[in-house]
T-cell receptor
Framework: SAVISQKPSRDICQRGTSLTIQCQVD?????MFWYRQQPGQSLTLIAT?????????ESGFVIDKFPISRPNLTFSTLTVSNMSPEDSSIYLC??????????FGPGTRLTVT | QQQVKQSPQSLIVQKGGISIINCAYE??????FPWYQQFPGKGPALLIA?????SEKKEGRFTISFNKSAKQFSLHIMDSQPGDSATYFC??????????FGTGTRLTIIP
């Protein structure tokens, strides 16, 4: 398995500001992912964070809105830029181990007012 | 082709009963089928997973049944307990590719 931490665990932000979420894993991993989960809903993949190259974004998500950094094999950040109330959600990072198994962090609960 | 359909949306089971959640997939290239358990305010936790070369996998009270020809798989929770009350997500993927999640099932175990 993997031990994953996220910071902050929750935040309340004002419209128009940006928030950077950190994800730290206890061992080196190749694949890291960022998901969004609306309350009571399933998980939606935002992007795959690639070490040493640009992130790969899913349809409907763009780099200007959700810039991602992956400076090494144990750490990644997701920034939610120019926030609006529609960005209120839970943001989750996950890591892949052994080519299949994915493990999730505890999530960051974001409220935009 | 990438969809995973999950049912029911919600489920209420009495303590000690069997909880059954079903999923169906379309993409025959999928070769890994995990189930995740999520408690309120927590991230999803990998519960149990199966590869298509077996028809059943059991871990404690949790069993996955897999029907490759029907493209269906299900989670069975035996002797369901109040602590099993959570949201369960099925998923599917191929090696080194993203997970495709089902819509989730909110399970409530009543005394």
């Amino acid at each position: 398995s993997a031990v994953i931490s996220q910071k902050p665990s929750r935040d309340i932000c004002q419209r128009g500001t940006s928030l950077t979420i950190q994800c730290q894993v206890d061992s080196q991993v190749t694949m890291m992912f960022w998901y969004r989960q609306q309350p009571g809903q399933s998980l939606t993949l935002i992007a795959t964070a690639n070490q040493g190259s640009e992130a790969t974004y899913e349809s409907g998500f763009v780099i200007d809105k959700f810039p991602i950094s992956r400076p090494n094999l144990t750490f990644s950040t997701l920034t939610v830029s120019n926030m609006s109330p529609e960005d209120s959600s839970i943001y989750l990072c996950s890591v892949e181990k052994s080519s299949y198994e994915q493990y999730f962090g505890p999530g960051t609960r974001l409220t935009v007012t | 082709q990438q969809q995973v359909k999950q049912s029911p949306q919600s489920l209420i089971v009495q303590k000690g009963g069997i909880s059954i959640i079903n999923c169906a997939y379309e993409n025959t290239a999928f070769d890994y089928f995990p189930w995740y358990q999520q408690f309120p305010g927590k991230g999803p936790a990998l519960l149990i997973a199966i590869r298509p070369d077996v028809s059943e996998k059991k871990e404690g009270r949790f069993t996955i049944s897999f029907n490759k020809s029907a493209k269906q798989f299900s989670l069975h929770i035996m002797d369901s307990q109040p602590g099993d009350s959570a949201t369960y997500f099925c998923a599917a993927n191929r090696k080194n590719e993203k997970l495709t999640f089902g819509t989730g099932t909110r399970l409530t175990i009543i005394p």
